[in-house]
């Protein structure tokens, strides 16, 4: 089959790592289903393990890719019993998990001991013509979506709905400051928090990133910098966000501190800008601030984010896509940060 993998890991270029070359057809086994893929997302994960700086071990050659959407080709032995037939058009729930350990047995399966995403570990990802999934791990993908926007559902828009849903401890009329606006992620928690009725802020460095953001339903906009802290308590009445949607970490963290209201909750999901910024813990004991990190979201949350696009009507925004042959283009422009939205492979 045909595939993009990382032919070598890390190095001063990494994006000469990358290769489009064949691989072999995998065969699913006992309790897994293959996907014949029809669209697949990129996402920052994919270029950090190029980049030969994910956290678990990956051994090239590695097929790469997290997220996918397309058909179900066949299953390992016989299907479950609520299997999604054979034909049956799917998104891919992206989340590997043993099922055993303490956080599994609690129910929150992000908080597994052995916690990957696909392509992780021994795992081939999702840049290809078929991907292996376990049976447990593909839900129908909404029937106005196409692939591609199905596609975007698993890493990106999951892991915003964990954010706004479950970690940031508000409800309806709260409001939100979404860091980094323009990336996918951000784009994501524009639109879920839009549609559930929060009150949204979005801050970049870019005036243009930030016109995308009123159009995707952000309510009020920041330009990033020092007195951009001093901006989102004014446009609050004085008392700051109820919560911070924060990904770029060191750039942003300083600002996130500051603008949160006393009492408030900071949530954290990534740090592309880099992840050691001052902690500022008098600001957090002394206002009572709380600090939540997460990364991605059950398979639960995942059911439930498909019903919420559904009904709110939300179509993910899809910066660029490009045919597998072209995929470099897309890494080069993630690694720019020259994103508004997602960006997408078709195969």
């Not at 489009?20 to 029809?38: F, Y």
């Not at 994910?54 to 016989?78: E, F, K």
């Not at 300083?254 to 592309?272: E, I, L, Y």
């Not at 004991?285 to 009904?311: C, H």
Request: charged share 20%; with cysteine.
């Amino acid at each position: 089959m045909r595939a993009l993998y990382a032919a070598k890991l890390g190095g001063d270029t990494p994006l000469a790592n990358l290769e489009l070359g064949e691989r072999p057809t995998p065969q699913p086994g006992p309790g897994e289903v293959r996907v014949k893929v029809k669209a697949a997302t990129l996402n920052h994960h994919d270029y950090w393990t190029l980049r030969g700086v994910v956290g678990y071990p990956v051994t090239p050659p590695r097929i790469l890719g997290c997220d996918a959407a397309g058909i179900v080709d066949a299953y390992g032995g016989a299907p479950p019993t609520d299997a999604l037939p054979l034909g049956a058009e799917v998104v891919v729930y992206p989340v590997r998990f043993c099922g055993h350990c303490r956080g599994c047995m609690a129910g929150d399966f992000i908080l597994c001991r052995t916690f990957t995403l696909l392509s992780d570990g021994d795992r081939e990802g999702s840049f290809a013509e078929y991907v292996i999934v376990p049976a447990s791990a593909i839900f129908s993908k909404p029937p106005n979506y196409s692939f591609v926007q199905a596609a975007a559902l698993g890493t990106t828009y999951l892991t915003a709905y964990r954010m706004l849903f479950t970690k940031a401890n508000i409800r309806p009329g709260d409001s939100v400051l979404v860091q980094g606006a323009g990336g996918g992620l951000a784009a994501a928690l524009i639109q879920l928090a839009s549609a559930a009725g929060f009150h949204v802020i979005a801050s970049s460095r870019a005036d243009a990133k930030l016109d995308f953001a009123k159009r995707l339903g952000a309510h009020d906009s920041v330009l990033a910098g020092k007195e951009a802290a001093k901006a989102v308590v004014k446009l609050t009445g004085g008392d700051g966000v109820d919560a911070v949607m924060e990904s770029v970490g060191e750039p942003t963290w300083g600002t996130s501190m500051r603008a949160v209201r006393q009492g408030g909750t900071v949530v954290v999901a990534g740090a592309t800008g880099g992840p050691n910024p001052p902690a500022d813990l008098g600001r957090v004991f002394w206002r009572q601030i709380t600090i939540a990190g997460t990364s991605m979201g059950t398979p639960a949350e995942f059911a439930d984010l498909i019903k919420f696009v559904e009904v709110a009507k939300i179509e993910p925004v899809i910066d660029e896509t490009y045919p597998l042959d072209q995929a470099a283009k897309a890494f080069e422009r993630m690694a720019a940060g020259e994103v508004l939205g997602k960006l997408a492979f078709t195969l």
